[in-house]
């Protein structure tokens, strides 16, 4: 199994790797050849971010080789190929997502099962051996997915389909309402919260921004009249937005520039928030435990609580779903549909009652009265 060596020639990424010829004589020989990969740039600045490039360039050469060998375990596929593209081509939180898979659950379950002898029966009894719940299992059959479709798209595996496709998830299924703050819980905590905690807390309530995309706000993103979002961050990684939609400008309540505009002019610094130490920017988690939980105590429900409760009061003050979802830069209303409006399908229930009960008593005698006895 080769990998290539990678150079940087010329002001681009090269590989050179070992090929088979066979000579005018019927003898084999092997020699070196070179192919140019990409430019070098912002976007590949290291021989690491072109590694998965050289791959698909070199797995021809080594289906031929692995083929011979019995071919390669899930495990070492996953950590010498898969990982590695995965985290080139995706953000660091997911490549995390999918390192942790591997190392707690496709390695102890599957890795030892050799690429070109797992069948749909192996993921399935993973699945089926596995307690947690539906949607931790919908995560464990994602990741398989993943790793063989890449595996098929190198030329690793030749199958017509993925294996794990066919694979059904049971598991625990479970009901998951996250807490929503309530207009009345964010004016409780900003009455009594210090700064910077307060104005992080305004931010969160008031503009329904992700963890990681207030962590990614600098001074240049804000103008006054909108909090324009241009990335997240997650620990020290800078990277793109989650989503296309998410990148959008979110207009600013009054109150909510207010706090801004005071915390600006206590701050330095390019990001917005600015951690006190290193000046990069404020770990929100740490400010959790270190200034908003001593003040709040067990009416703490978590940052994305905020974001759940922005939609919950718009809801409540009759802002449609499609104008919630612009506002929360949802892909699609049903996603805010599902996952705010909801929250509020007792309330709505009980007001539909009251309204049929209104209406029956406009159509007609009260329902459960007889006439009286004297008209007989």
């Known amino acids: 199994m080769q990998r290539g060596s990678i150079r940087k020639r010329r002001g681009s990424w090269t590989v050179r790797y070992w090929v088979e010829e066979v000579g005018t004589n019927g003898t084999r020989k092997r020699r070196q050849v070179s192919t140019k990969l990409v430019r070098v740039s912002s976007e590949f600045p290291t021989a690491a971010s072109v590694q998965t490039k050289a791959d698909e360039i070199l797995a021809p050469y080594n289906r031929d080789e692995v083929a011979a060998e019995g071919a390669s375990t899930v495990q070492e596929f996953g950590e010498r190929f898969f990982l590695p593209w ?7 939180s997911t490549h995390k997502f999918y390192r942790d898979l591997m190392t707690n659950h ?3 379950g599957v ?7 797992f069948k749909t029966l192996h993921a399935q009894r993973l699945l089926d051996s596995t307690d947690l719940s539906h949607q931790s299992l919908c995560r464990i059959k994602t990741g398989m997915s993943a790793l063989f479709g890449y595996a098929i798209r190198l030329g690793f595996i030749d199958k017509k389909a993925n294996p ?10 479970s009901s998951f309402n996250g807490h929503a703050y309530t207009l009345a819980e964010v004016k409780w905590m900003l009455e009594r919260l210090p700064e910077p905690a307060r104005t992080v807390v305004g931010v969160a309530a008031y503009s ?3 963890l990681a995309e207030i962590r990614g706000l600098r001074w240049e993103d804000y103008d006054g009249k909108f909090i324009h979002v241009h990335r997240s961050l997650w620990r020290r990684h800078v990277s793109d937005t989650k989503t296309s939609h998410s990148e959008a400008s979110v207009p600013v309540a009054p109150a909510l520039k207010k706090m801004l505009d005071d915390h600006k002019r206590r701050s330095v610094g390019e990001w917005i928030f600015t951690g006190p130490k290193k000046k990069f920017s404020l770990n929100l988690d740490n400010l959790a435990r270190r200034d908003i939980l001593p003040v709040v105590a067990d009416r703490w429900h978590g940052w994305h609580a905020f974001r759940r409760g922005l939609g919950t009061i718009l809801f409540d003050l009759g802002v449609p779903a499609e104008s919630a979802k612009i506002i929360l830069r949802h892909s699609a209303v049903a996603v805010t549909q599902k996952h705010y409006i909801k929250l509020q399908a007792a309330k709505e229930g009980v007001a539909a009652m009251d309204k049929l009960q209104k209406a029956i008593q406009k159509s007609g005698p009260k329902v459960g009265h007889r006439k009286s006895s004297k008209s007989r």
């Open 208 to 210: 329904g921004l992700r």
């Open 86 to 92: 995965v985290a080139t081509r995706r953000r660091a």
């Open 164 to 173: 794990i496709r066919e694979t059904i998830v049971e598991g625990t299924r």
């Open 106 to 108: 496709i390695t102890p």
């Open 111 to 117: 890795g030892d099962i050799r690429l070109r002898d």
